[in-house]
């Protein structure tokens, strides 16, 4: 008589959907949010493991959603389908971030920059958008590599600037959860170069701000640089 065996995973997508459905995405692993995603590209097969692959080669979910369709598709068990989804959360995702808080006017930026970063641990840079009035027109993120390319992160900032009528910007960089929010060398560097060069388009860089999404550094309160 055959015997047979129980597989582990069965019944496991409908579980993943329950706590979903009950506690939204609370106590998720990064993994498991991803095959949640997953289970829309992959109707049969164990997302599970692809789910792995891919935190494995990213890092983060974050860094997931960042990645190139291209980048994507060389992880085992991604395929274009599955990738283009992927990108298209990731999208939206920032879509969201950069234009949730359009014409909000901050009364504390360090406590604005806090709340922005507070869910995120993967390092990424934040421009805020500023009228006249100091009213948020739109945000702007981009990733340290993208940070290190002084001439392209510049052009993307002036441009940005300019297609939303902004006259001031104010920059943050998430240091991550538990590391303390100070600045360091290239800091100091890159908002001077940033700095003086969107000044000749008359573009204000109001403050540059270090944060790990609880506490906040900022080097117009300090006085450190000559904003």
Do not use: W
Request: proline share 3%.
């Amino acid at each position: 008589m055959t015997v047979k065996t129980k597989n582990i995973h069965e019944g496991h997508r409908q579980r993943l959907r329950k706590r979903f459905a009950e506690n939204g995405l609370n106590g998720f692993h990064p993994h498991e949010i991803l095959e949640l995603i997953l289970f829309y590209s992959i109707p049969r097969a164990n997302t599970n493991e692809t789910a792995h692959n891919l935190i494995n080669r990213f890092g983060s979910v974050c860094n997931v959603f960042k990645a190139s369709p291209e980048e994507l598709s060389s992880v085992n068990g991604i395929g274009s389908k599955s990738a283009e989804l992927i990108k298209l959360f990731g999208d939206v995702c920032f879509y969201y971030l950069e234009n949730e808080n359009t014409g909000e006017k901050p009364s504390d930026i360090k406590e604005y920059v806090n709340n922005y970063f507070a869910e995120s641990d993967c390092g990424m840079f934040l421009t805020v958008f500023m009228g006249a009035d100091m009213t948020v027109k739109s945000n702007y993120t981009f990733t340290p590599e993208a940070f290190r390319c002084h001439e392209k992160i510049i052009s993307s900032l002036a441009v940005t600037a300019i297609r939303n009528n902004a006259t001031n910007i104010i920059i943050a960089r998430n240091c991550g959860k538990n590391k303390i929010p100070v600045p360091q060398n290239q800091d100091y560097f890159a908002v001077r170069l940033i700095a003086e060069s969107l000044k000749s388009l008359g573009i204000h860089t109001a403050d540059y701000i270090i944060s790990n999404g609880s506490e906040a550094f900022s080097m117009f309160e300090e006085g450190v640089f000559g904003f």
